[in-house]
């Protein structure tokens, strides 16, 4: 089983930028799909972005081409993957949470098949 742990996350200005990390370790890291999550206040838990463990990727209607996903696989134990946001707006504020489908080659931007979530990190986005 994987362990997740999310960064990056923190206060920004909108039409500002941040980078989001999920740091993928633990056996077959890197064949685990990650799937990016955001969850507002008072809100469920949507699906941003994913990618699955050969680097094919997804992107839920929340991203609306602002947000891009990548990763970098050290070896088959770690990985890292990455949530880039641009021009980042109000209603981006959320926890964001990264989560772990094993063996993905396409993965979901729903979280019913993620079996392993990290902790999350707050993201606000506010003047």
């Known amino acids: 089983q994987v362990h997740l742990v999310e960064s990056g996350g923190g206060l920004v200005q909108p039409g500002e930028s941040l980078r989001l990390s999920c740091l993928v370790s633990?056996?077959?890291?890197?064949?685990?799909?990650i799937g990016w999550f955001r969850q507002a206040p008072g809100k469920s838990r949507e699906g941003i972005s994913c990618?699955?463990?050969?680097?094919?990727?997804?992107?839920?209607e929340p991203a609306k081409g602002r947000f891009t996903i990548s990763r970098d696989d050290s070896d088959n134990n770690q990985s890292t993957v990455y949530l880039q946001i641009t021009n980042a707006q109000p209603e981006d504020t959320g926890v964001y949470y990264c989560?772990?489908?094993?063996?993905?080659?396409?993965?979901?931007?729903?979280?019913?098949?993620?079996?392993?979530w990290g902790q999350g990190t707050q993201v606000t986005v506010s003047s």
């Open positions: 633990g056996s077959e890291a890197g064949y685990h799909g």
């Open positions: 990618i699955g463990y050969t680097g094919k990727t997804f992107d839920g």
């Open positions: 989560a772990g489908q094993p063996a993905a080659v396409l993965c979901a931007i729903v979280p019913g098949p993620y079996d392993t």
